[in-house]
Nanobody, 117 residues
Framework: QVQLVESGGGLVQPGGSLRLSCAASGIIFSIYNMGWYRQAPGKQRELVAV???????NYVDSVKGRFTISRDNAKNTVNLQMNSLKPEDTAVYYC???????????WGKGTLVTVSS
């Protein structure tokens, strides 16, 4: 059974930092492209950052220079370091795993990040 379990969300003041983690099980982690998506209230889910099986990264423009995605294939985890957080970063953040052949796609249940003073 495939499981993606996110952790690390919470309430943080503007300008603060959070580190999200996603622990994967039931998949051969190293051959999956891993991503973080977010969905704010009333908005569509959007891709925040992705790291490929070869560790290439890409970010949505709004988080470039503030967020860093990384993976640890030995621990089957993908992390999202979020710095200089803004109120507009408030959303539920979801972990996503896509097989490198694109045929299998899995989601976590999400973790809430609230940026507010």
């Amino acid at each position: 059974q495939v499981q993606l379990v996110e952790s690390g969300g919470g309430l943080v003041q503007p300008g603060g930092s959070l580190r999200l983690s996603c622990a994967a099980s039931g998949i051969i982690f190293s051959i999956y492209n891993m991503g973080w998506y977010r969905q704010a209230p009333g908005k569509q889910r959007e891709l925040v950052a992705v790291i490929t099986s070869g560790s290439r990264t890409n970010y949505v423009d709004s988080v470039k220079g503030r967020f860093t995605i990384s993976r640890d294939n030995a621990k089957n985890t993908v992390n999202l370091q979020m710095n200089s957080l803004k109120p507009e970063d408030t959303a539920v953040y979801y972990c996503n795993a896509v097989h490198s052949d694109g045929l299998m796609n899995y989601w976590g249940k999400g973790t809430l990040v609230t940026v507010s003073s």
